[in-house]
């Protein structure tokens, strides 16, 4: 499958950017890490009952330190359903597939160059410098699967076909974990 990669970068961006985190949003996001979310420009996939799933990080925090992980997840219960098919040993699956199929090493390298013009667009936004982190996506990209959790926060935050691993982690991890249906334990 070929998108317009500029094309859907800047449409994910003017939607993100159309709505910034709230005080609200920061709050909870801080319970869901238990850190203060620095340089978090909005929530970029919520539960269906409204609580973010995954954040969309400025490219350079306050205080001028370089941040690649933009799209990145928090929901607890994903964060865990990500560590049960790492542990599980599935990664070295998902490497053996990239390693035999074309296809899906075009649809990966395709979710690279997404995250990238991604970034891109937002740090010509928010008028961040790239200088520490050109051509560096996340999860292991372009040729690697390295962290689900990045992965998964992609293809939340992009929709189905953004990341082709990231929608089988998705896939895989639906009866512990579904955007669409709300397993949240946190309290407001
Ligand atoms: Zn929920």
Redesign the pocket.
Known sequence: MTIDIDAKAKALVDAILAEPATDHDIDVVQRQLGRYPRGMVAVGAR???G?PLAVITRPVLPGGIPFPTTCYLTGPEAVKAASHVEAAGIMQQYNDMLGADEELQAAYRQAHELYLAFRHELATRLDDSEEHIEGTSAGGMPVRVKCLHALLAQSLVMGPGANPIGDMVLERIKDEFDPAL???SLED
Do not use: D, I, S
Request: aromatic share 0%.
């Open positions: 539960c269906v009952c609580r709300c397993r949240c």
